[in-house]
């Protein structure tokens, strides 16, 4: 008879099974079938529950588990691993004519006209990964073909390989070929990381993937993601299996077994149809989530691929049909520094024409003075260029080897190079797409505005297309005569064209120039939004010019409305905001704004202030802007309450400020002392003008509709509870933490602020440690819960 510890030891080996199997399944769905079907959160706490029992019970933690991904003890050196069956490379076509000569030599040796199964050829790592009875054993990279390296605990961590097969019509030994990748999106994640620790950044996708998978160390290939898709078969036994007849098919068990495929593979009956899959996949190249090179065609039928046979290494029944390369070498001519239509000077490289990426290039953008720097470009370099589907060539690196010794730097120029204005130098902090970072980023900006001929010229095309004045008509050739003749030296002007202005211009006659007239004069109305749209305000694009105008109803208001009201706009950060007050303080572009405002009529009619802006803009929104030592919302509301307009606030009394709910002694001195500082007094004047000048007077009753609840250490933050705690209990801390506040959120993100752990926390605080996310002990947290 079993005793009760054995059979409670029974109980968890099953639950282990149970959760195991479950997690696998959620894999498939998630890596194979592209369809999760429970959030992230709902995995991570069902893989947490089987870290926490295989804890408990290590005799039940198998290498297999899904708990096993996050890499093990680093290894000394690689081993070597004989492959069962050699892996094979494959030979190459670059056009439909040698596709078809391919399809020739093969026909003639088939009994009948063979069918394909067409792959994409993913840009990434082969490796070879052997399963004993359905259990992962061991991976090896390709190597020689013969033998390669052992990165069996590398590719442990890959999570969509799976570590069981799945069903049970696998074979008992399998060897599945495939391609280790690095999905682009990660690829960009973890170049951004590397740039803002200043690390070295990989060169492409395939780069990074072959840098993780060949590391000593398993977590770090663990903490990169990286991913798979299986395309053959390696040895199969026993041989008499039943595989299917035709690679496709195989394909297919491979899914059925476990293994991404990848969705986009396809049979074609026909060289025509080879090549119009061909042809599709290199439109859609660029929105595919990972790299290629090409599409991999094979014979579809095994009987025929094995009548086929191999020439040296690769097989006589497989080509890959490569796209044309997207990088080739060439040589810097010079660089030019165009100005933008907001100033912006980017250099542009101007090389000897070169074919690549499927046509000719003969210029490349360098962006700005940190990517030239990053370059390290220097005058006749010869340089590798790339183009990918129709992204804009770019300059990947120099070929220092072939650089003259006499070689001289290409510096940035201090002056604009159209109008010899000052360049200035303007730093911005960038958020990275990761969010998680941000970086400084610098701009130059030629100081000329409108009287720089290049900001001109670019300021009026904008003006006039479709999206802003939308004036037909007037062409880059034509703005380039009006600004030469001096017709034009502001895109306001444009509506005080004559037809004897322009029946002078080349190619125009009286028709033209009438046609001409009467276009731009077709287009005196327009709406507010548009007219904001048009003066090309630096950040300020379609949705912040609707924005702007659905809130502050006028031009006027616009005009005047200072940053700190412009930033209770949606749509509007500081650097916007910023933008906007810096361009309507500018005495040129205030000309230009006013002549057009002047000129033109706004339709509709220009309103007021929005009411959801009126709401927002409280007198103790401003209060707490000041920024004033411990004066948060819940104390600036009493102190507007008390005060009623800033000016009584300047001129109260000491006594005024007693009996202030929530304004402490130490909070008082400190709003005392702000507000006897000469330069505060006249800020806050100012403001309160500017902002009663639009017609955001503040009232009592709207002020009491704000919610205002109190501003702590945790508001707005998201934290995560885990482990178990021993002065409360998890709920307890959650329901104080979300009185503070804090979002309590059950699963670790990048966009976690603070993970708290209490005893025996598992792979919450590892991730929480990956991610370098803020980790407290209990201790901590009742520490500055009770501050
Ligand atoms: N998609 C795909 N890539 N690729 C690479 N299929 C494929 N097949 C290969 C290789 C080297 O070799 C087969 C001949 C097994």
Known sequence: MQNDTSLNIQAVAQEIAELTDTLNGHNYRYYVDDAPSIPDAEYDRLLKQLTVLETEHPEYCFPDSPTQRVGGVPLAKFEQIAHLKPMLSLDNVFSDEEFEAFYNRINDKTATAPTFCCEPKLDGLAVSILYRDGVYERAATRGDGKTG??????????????????????????????????????????????????????VNPRNAAAGSLRQLDSKITASRSLGFYAYALGVVEPETWGLADHHYGQLLQLKSWGFPVSA??????????????????????????????????????IAQQLKLGFVAKAPRWATAFKFPAQEEMTLLEGVDFQVGRTGAVTPVARLKPIFVGGVTVSNATLHNADEMKRLELMEGDTVIV?????????????????????????????????????IEKVIKQKKLKTKSHTIEQATHKCTGGLSCKAQLKESISYFVSKKCFDIDGVGEKIVEQ?????????????????????????????????????????????????????????????????????????????????????????????????????????????????????????SPKEKGLSSAIVKKSQMAHYIVKLEVLGISKVTALPIA??????????????????????????????LIEFISKENN???????????????????????????????????????VLTGSFSTMKRNEAKGILEDKGAKVSSSISKNTDLLVAGEKAGSKLTKAQELGVLVWSEEQLIEALNE
């Open 482 to 602: 009006l600004i030469k003749r001096s017709l034009v030296n502001t895109p306001a002007d444009l509506f005080q064209l004559t037809t004897d202005d322009v029946i002078d211009l080349d190619g125009f006659g009286e028709l033209s120039a009438r046609n001409l007239y009467d276009s731009i004069q077709a287009k005196l109305v327009v709406s507010l939004e548009r007219f904001i749209l048009s003066l090309g305000i630096s950040e300020v694009g379609d949705a912040t010019a609707k924005s702007l105008s659905k809130h502050l109803g006028s031009f006027e208001n616009i005009k005047k409305c200072p940053r700190e009201a412009l930033v209770l706009i949606p749509d509007i950060g500081q650097e916007v905001a910023d933008e906007i007050v810096s361009y309507f303080s500018n005495s040129n572009s205030l000309n230009f704004v006013n002549k057009l405002y002047d000129t033109v009529e706004i």
């Open 149 to 202: 390296e052992d990165i069996t605990e590398n590719v442990r961590t890959i999570r969509s390989i799976p570590m069981k097969l799945r069903g049970d019509d696998f074979p008992p030994l399998l060897e599945v070929r495939g391609e280790v990748i690095m999905p682009k999106q990660a690829f960009d994640s973890l170049n951004e990381r590397a740039r803002a620790k200043g690390d070295k950044e990989f």
């Open 641 to 670: 309450e008390r005060f009623g307009l800033f000016s009584s606030l300047l001129d109260a009394e000491f006594s005024d400020f007693l009996s202030i709910k929530g304004l402490t002694e130490k909070r008082r001195s400190a």
């Open 681 to 719: 007094r006249e800020y806050i004047i100012e403001l309160e003008k500017s902002l009663f000048d639009i017609g955001l007077h503040w009232t009592q009753e709207q002020v009491v509709e704000e919610d205002y609840s109190p501003v702590t250490y945790f508001t707005g933050k998201t934290v």
């Open 264 to 301: 986009e593979v396809k049979q074609c009956d026909s060289v025509s149809e080879v090549i119009a899959y061909y042809t599709d996949i290199m439109t859609r190249r660029s929105a595919l989530a990972y790299e290629i090179d090409g599409v991999v065609i094979k014979v579809d039928n």
């Open 386 to 422: 790339r183009r990918a589907g129709d992204v804009i060539p770019q300059i990947v690196s120099v070929v220092k080897q072939f650089r003259k010794d006499n070689a001289k730097p290409i510096e940035f120029p201090s002056k604009c190079p159209v109008c010899k204005s000052l």
